[in-house]
């Protein structure tokens, strides 16, 4: 069983950054697609970033393109979101989340993510 684990939201103003981590235990990051999901208040959740299993192949939605970065970091287990440019609209609960199952083929759809974390709220002032 995966235990995902966010950390690093907050209240920024706009043009601000943050970096969100997350921490996995019980499952490598390096044999399951890792994604960021976000749900802001009234709305369903929407996919954000994806990386691949094998760390070579990053997706964004359009929105965050160019502002927003997916890392990883083997050695600590832990997937990262680096966020700049933030604006108002970017504020939601952030959720990192695992896929069902390991090794296969990237996807963005939040139904094939099995694990997801408690999720850390990311608020943009204007």
């Known amino acids: 069983q995966v235990t995902l684990v966010e950390s690093g939201g907050g209240l920024v103003q706009a043009g601000g950054s943050l970096r969100l981590s997350c921490a996995a235990s019980?499952?490598?990051?390096?044999?399951?697609?890792m994604g960021w999901f976000r749900q802001a208040p009234g709305k369903e959740r929407e996919f954000v970033a994806v990386?691949?299993?094998?760390?070579?192949?990053?997706r964004y939605t359009d929105s965050v393109k160019g502002r927003f970065t997916i890392s990883r970091e083997i050695a600590k287990n832990t997937v990262y979101l680096q966020m700049n440019s933030l604006q108002p609209e970017d504020t939601a609960v952030y959720y990192c989340?695992?896929?069902?199952?390991?090794?296969?083929?990237?996807?963005?759809?939040?139904?094939?993510?099995?694990?997801w974390g408690q999720g850390t709220q990311v608020t943009v002032s204007s």
């Open positions: 989340a695992s896929h069902r199952r390991a090794y296969t083929p990237m996807t963005t759809n939040p139904a094939d993510f099995g694990s």
């Open positions: 019980g499952r490598a990051i390096s044999t399951y697609n």
């Open positions: 990386m691949s299993w094998g760390g070579t192949t990053t």
